[in-house]
């Protein structure tokens, strides 16, 4: 596989820091934009019908598994969407190379939503071990390219992962309402099959408009060892997936889903500490390398609480739509029938469209009043905060407005528009290049662990009254963006120059 060697790191391939021909960005933004859109579409329709199929009645087409049961397998299969970004970003770095990495995990996705449009509860847990195995390829390969078109100095940075941010959620916008309305008027299974079909539309563009990307993501780093792991590793998974899904046909895996849940809490914080002794015990690196790993870490604790609170939105606040909110409330001339609790998970993406060319201008605009990375994640976390704060007053209702719903969820867009867009392109400015994937999979190992909290949460529905559920997200998310004020002059020492 080609290397890429530069005398200069920071210099992207192809000159990328001259094109403008994506309004003003690279013209392989276009194209990254695009696969990612349609990857989200594919991941956010299955999301968006998930707890709501496993809680469903079986005589309504749907598994009839109680809360509980439904919020750990959630929360489970979220933590481990993002977990699997780890592994993924080290396969790309040493064997596939991010190109090819995002192709193999768009296939991968798509066949694990079309194994769940087959009305099997076998086939529905290997399409999740699918798709978990896919996203873990794609989604920190595919960020990480889009770093790889700017310079490290370059200006236009942050905004070009804005409108990459803009992209991901013009899928995630329409999928809900494509595949929650194919699930709620036809069948679940239609819905499942919709978001394979996205994302086979989206590889579909993305080969296509590979030229456009140059030299970016065809390097590699690996050695001879490093692909004997890589296939030793690949037979394990098989071996897992093919027991997982052999026992569950049997009748013979009879874990229940808390335990299972539990278990890999224990070795999800157990990979975490791990790896951050590993790095900073690693040597060959710089001081100023090792100070970026400190920022890294504070990072990572911030964004795993953001999303512990922002991921349920899937989970929480999904069954709260079906359940406390009056969905008739908004029947009108211009909306005939009710407006389905699915339809919820668009207005995230449908705010953040939006506001997101507000943000990159505002970025741009402030230039050196611009505020650090670190403030803006407290930003984010005070946002996310209020957005379970305003639920408090009614959350013990059962026809609550469905505009407080819609008030969270703006609250909580803002918060995500200063904080994930800004982590990704974090990321890859304080990363050292030749570990550029690992790190960019570490950010998703911070989501990894707040989709898992979030999903705990969730399992708690039915047995923790709303109001206290609520509040406790709300307090630990202001405090801590409180704590991270009185960091921001410490870790600007730390990030050695990087804004």
């Known amino acids: 596989m080609p290397e890429i060697t530069s005398a200069d790191p920071g210099i992207a391939p192809n000159n990328a820091r001259w094109d403008r021909s994506f309004f003003g960005h690279p013209r392989g933004l276009s194209t990254l934009f695009f696969t990612e859109m349609w990857e989200r579409f594919s991941y956010y329709g299955m999301r968006a019908l ?32 993002y977990l699997v970004g780890l592994p993924g970003g080290w396969i790309a770095d ?51 390219m889009v770093g790889g078109l700017y310079s490290k ?78 296939r030793n590793g690949l037979f394990v998974a098989a071996a897992i997936v093919i027991a997982g899904v052999a026992g569950t046909v049997s009748g013979n895996l009879s874990l229940a889903a808390g335990q299972i849940s539990d278990g890999f809490g224990v070795v999800l914080v157990g990979i975490i500490v791990a790896f951050f002794v590993g790095l900073f015990r690693t040597g060959g690196y710089s001081d100023i390398e090792r100070g970026r790993f400190w920022v890294i870490l504070v990072l990572f604790v911030g964004s795993s609480l953001f999303w512990s609170a922002f991921e349920q939105a899937g989970s929480t606040l999904n069954l709260f739509a079906e359940r406390n909110t009056n969905l008739h409330a908004w029947n009108s001339p211009l909306w005939k029938g009710d407006f389905l609790a699915e ?67 703006l609250l909580h867009t803002i918060g995500e528009l200063c904080l994930s867009p800004v982590g990704l392109s974090a990321m890859t400015k304080l990363a050292p290049a030749r570990i550029g994937g690992l790190i960019m999979g570490v950010w998703f190992l911070s989501m990894s662990l707040g989709n898992y909290i979030g999903g705990r949460l969730a399992s708690l529905y039915e047995t923790f009254p709303l109001p206290a559920l609520f509040g406790v997200v709300a307090g630990f998310c202001i405090v801590v963006a409180a704590l991270f004020v009185l960091l921001f002059k410490p870790v600007k020492r730390l990030m050695g120059g990087i804004h």
């Not at 650090?372 to 639920?391: E, N």
Request: glycine share 14%; charged share 10%.
């Open 343 to 409: 339809y919820f998970q668009s207005l995230n993406s449908l705010f953040i469209i939006a506001l997101a060319p507000v943000f990159a201008w505002l970025w741009l605009a402030l230039k050196r009043r611009e505020p650090t990375s670190i403030a803006k994640f407290s930003i984010g976390l005070l946002f996310v905060g209020l957005g379970f704060a305003v639920l408090i007053p009614v959350a013990g209702g059962t026809a609550v407005s469905p505009w407080w719903l819609t008030l969270t969820y």
């Open 153 to 230: 100095e370059d200006a236009r940075r942050d905004a070009g992962f804005s409108i990459f941010y803009m992209g991901i959620n013009l899928g995630a916008m329409i999928s809900p309402l494509v595949c929650g309305y194919l699930a709620e008027k036809v069948n679940w299974h239609y819905g499942f099959a919709a978001a394979g079909f996205g994302m086979t539309v989206g590889l579909i563009q993305y080969v296509l408009g590979g030229k456009f990307l140059g030299s970016a993501g065809l390097e590699s780093y690996g050695t001879a060892g490093d692909r004997r792991l890589f």
């Open 94 to 144: 040493r064997i596939l190379g991010q190109r090819r990495a995002v192709l193999c995990g768009g296939i991968v996705i798509a066949l694990g939503h079309f194994s769940m449009a087959i009305p099997r509860i076998d086939t529905f847990y290997l399409g999740l071990a699918l798709i978990v195995a896919g996203t873990g390829l794609l989604k920190p390969n595919i960020s990480t």
């Open 50 to 81: 998930l707890i709501l199929f496993m809680v469903a009645a079986t005589q309504k087409g749907g598994l009839g598994f109680p809360t509980s049961k439904a919020g750990s397998i959630y929360g489970l299969y979220t933590a481990m969407v």
